[in-house]
Nanobody, 124 residues
Framework: QVQLVESGGGLVQAGVSLRLSCAAS????????MGWFRQAPGKEREFVAA????????YYADSVKGRFPISRDNAKNTVYLQMNSLKPDDTAVYYC?????????????????WGQGTQVTVSS
């Protein structure tokens, strides 16, 4: 069992940066690939970024590639999403998730554990 708690969301203006954090419980954090997803009102939950168990491999949605680096600190049981050059289209609830699948899974169905989400609102 893994419990995930996101933090770092907020209301910001376009162009600024935010860093989301996701703290995981348990001593098996390094056994899971970690991902970030987001869901805007009226839209499906979509993949944002994923990082492998060791942190050596990352994978991004085209919409955030080059702007939202993902990282993890296995000693702190935490995964991060650094969001740079934010745009109004990035407005959504952001979720972190844990997957037992190797590599950097991008399908929501590969993720077993989910956080409660944190709201990110970007004004123009």
């Amino acid at each position: 069992q893994v419990q995930l708690v996101e933090s770092g969301g907020g209301l910001v203006q376009a162009g600024v940066s935010l860093r989301l954090s996701c703290a995981a419980s348990g001593r098996t954090f390094s056994s899971y690939a970690m991902g970030w997803f987001r869901q805007a009102p009226g839209k499906e939950r979509e993949f944002v970024a994923a990082i492998s168990r060791s942190g050596a491999i990352t994978y991004y949605a085209d919409s955030v590639k080059g702007r939202f680096p993902i990282s993890r600190d296995n000693a702190k049981n935490t995964v991060y999403l650094q969001m740079n050059s934010l745009k109004p289209d990035d407005t959504a609830v952001y979720y972190c998730a844990a997957s037992g699948v190797a590599g950097t899974p991008s399908s929501r169905y590969d993720y077993r554990y989910w956080g409660q989400g944190t709201q990110v609102t970007v004004s123009s």
